[in-house]
């Protein structure tokens, strides 16, 4: 007598990768937690880009990541907590810096915004395919220059396309590989838990 798999279930509609988590009180601290951690360990990886005083860094494909995989919710509270540890001293922003009068600040609120819109996007299943993938984390993208580089300008007393050409056009081959990075990531982490939506 031969014993069949149980077939997989693809998850309810608008699942995101942390639901998969069996749910409790310290499951939803834990997340949140770790989403502000991971974003604050990837600001760590940054490299200073010659005339811009905003430096590449991994806090932006962190910031969309933890986004996209816990959730407009659970991405907009880690995200906070790591914007107010990080207002609060926490040198944890890009080149471990900290406080909010710094003319890349902006940036770190626009990936408050962006995480939140990612997530809610993912609850469509945004993160299934690599072209809905790419198209979110675009979008994310867009979302975080469109506060960083106006709030760039405000506080360097930048024109518009001087802090387009400081704060926009260095990092758009950069976003380019997270996107590609976040296509494969996504969709094959929903294919390894059998999930695909």
């Given at each position: 007598?031969?014993?069949?798999?149980?077939?997989?279930?693809s998850?309810?509609?608008?699942?995101?990768?942390?639901?998969?988590?069996?749910?409790?009180?310290?499951?939803?601290?834990?997340?949140?937690?770790?989403?502000?951690?991971?974003?604050?360990?990837?600001?760590?990886?940054?490299?200073?880009?010659?005339?811009?005083?905003?430096?590449?860094?991994?806090?932006?494909?962190?910031?969309?990541?933890?986004?996209t995989?816990?959730?407009?919710?659970?991405?907009?509270?880690?995200l906070?907590?790591?914007?107010?540890?990080?207002?609060?001293?926490?040198?944890?922003?890009?080149?471990?810096?900290?406080?909010?009068?710094?003319?890349?600040?902006?940036?770190?609120?626009?990936?408050?915004?962006?995480?939140?819109?990612?997530?809610?996007?993912?609850?469509?299943?945004?993160?299934?395919?690599?072209?809905?993938?790419?198209?979110?984390?675009a979008?994310?993208s867009?979302?975080?220059?469109?506060?960083?580089?106006?709030?760039?300008?405000?506080?360097?007393?930048?024109?518009?396309p001087?802090?387009?050409?400081?704060?926009?056009?260095?990092?758009?081959?950069?976003?380019?590989?997270?996107?590609?990075?976040?296509?494969?990531?996504?969709?094959?982490?929903?294919?390894?838990?059998?999930r695909?939506?």
């Open positions: 007598m031969s014993i069949a798999a149980a077939p997989v279930r998850p309810r509609p608008g699942t995101v990768l942390a639901d998969l988590v069996p749910a409790s009180r310290a499951r939803e601290i834990a997340l949140v937690v770790g989403g502000a951690a991971l974003t604050g360990l990837a600001a760590q990886i940054a490299v200073p880009v010659p005339g811009s005083p905003v430096p590449v860094s991994g806090q932006t494909f962190a910031a969309l990541l933890v986004g995989a816990l959730g407009a919710r659970r991405g907009f509270l880690a906070a907590l790591y914007t107010l540890a990080g207002v609060a001293g926490v040198p944890w922003f890009a080149q471990a810096t900290s406080g909010y009068a710094m003319p890349s600040f902006g940036y770190i609120l626009g990936m408050l915004l962006a995480a939140t819109v990612v997530g809610a996007l993912a609850r469509r299943g945004a993160d299934r395919t690599l072209l809905r993938t790419a198209g979110s984390m979008l994310g867009l979302i975080i220059y469109a506060v960083g580089v106006p709030y760039l300008a405000l506080a360097t007393g930048m024109s518009l001087q802090a387009v050409a400081a704060g926009l056009t260095p990092f758009l081959i950069g976003d380019a590989l997270k996107a590609a990075l976040a296509m494969g990531v996504l969709p094959t982490a929903w294919k390894l838990l059998g695909k939506g």
